[in-house]
């Protein structure tokens, strides 16, 4: 497993945004497939990011990152929510270190907690042509205080 250096908090990039949830999104029973929450903990990321002004197409284009690829993904699941609910999806930069930073993720329905979620992303560049084909960079100073807020 990669390793990662979260070194503490970060003061603040934070995006909140809803989720309706279709019936695509249930499994036989009814419920969310857990699937699902990773997907939507994946795109809160990239929206996060785009309110921030760090698309992708940013990324690769001003700084020649490759993107912030997923080293580490984890969730706690409290509570079931099913087809036509509407979830509250929060997430902040919790940590930032010299090549990674962690997103915390809260989705809820009418303030209960359904579940909660962590992602490891590092900063990955372009390897050289005789190496692997992406390498993880120490982030730049631009992108480390615009994940800051």
Same mark, same amino acid.
């Given at each position: @497993? #990669?390793?990662?250096?979260?070194?503490? %908090?970060?003061?603040?990039?934070?995006?909140?945004?809803?989720?309706?949830?279709?019936?695509?999104?249930?499994?036989?029973?009814?419920? !969310?497939?857990? %699937?699902?929450?990773?997907?939507? *903990?994946?795109?809160?990321?990239?929206? @996060?990011?785009? =309110? =921030?002004?760090?698309? +992708? +197409?940013?990324?690769?284009?001003?700084?020649?990152?490759?993107? $912030?690829?997923?080293?580490?993904? &984890?969730?706690?699941? /409290?509570?079931?929510?099913? *087809?036509?609910? $509407?979830?509250?999806?929060?997430?902040?930069?919790?940590?930032?270190?010299?090549?990674? *930073?962690?997103?915390? +993720?809260?989705?809820?329905?009418?303030?209960? !907690?359904? !579940? &909660?979620?962590?992602? !490891?992303?590092?900063?990955?560049? #372009?390897? %050289?042509?005789?190496? #692997?084909? @992406?390498?993880?960079?120490?982030? #730049?100073?631009?992108?480390? /205080?615009?994940?800051?807020?």
């Amino acid at each position: @497993m #990669p390793t990662t250096d979260a070194d503490g %908090p970060a003061p603040g990039l934070s995006h909140r945004r809803p989720i309706a949830v279709t019936w695509g999104d249930c499994d036989a029973a009814g419920v !969310v497939f857990y %699937p699902r929450y990773y997907a939507w *903990f994946d795109a809160s990321t990239h929206a @996060m990011l785009d =309110a =921030a002004g760090l698309s +992708h +197409h940013r990324l690769k284009a001003e700084f020649g990152a490759l993107g $912030t690829p997923l080293v580490r993904a &984890e969730a706690d699941f /409290r509570a079931s929510a099913t *087809f036509g609910d $509407t979830l509250t999806a929060e997430c902040r930069v919790a940590a930032i270190g010299r090549r990674s *930073f962690t997103v915390e +993720h809260r989705l809820s329905l009418g303030g209960r !907690v359904v !579940v &909660e979620g962590r992602e !490891v992303r590092v900063w990955a560049e #372009p390897g %050289p042509a005789d190496g #692997p084909p @992406m390498i993880v960079r120490p982030l #730049p100073d631009a992108i480390r /205080r615009a994940l800051t807020g």
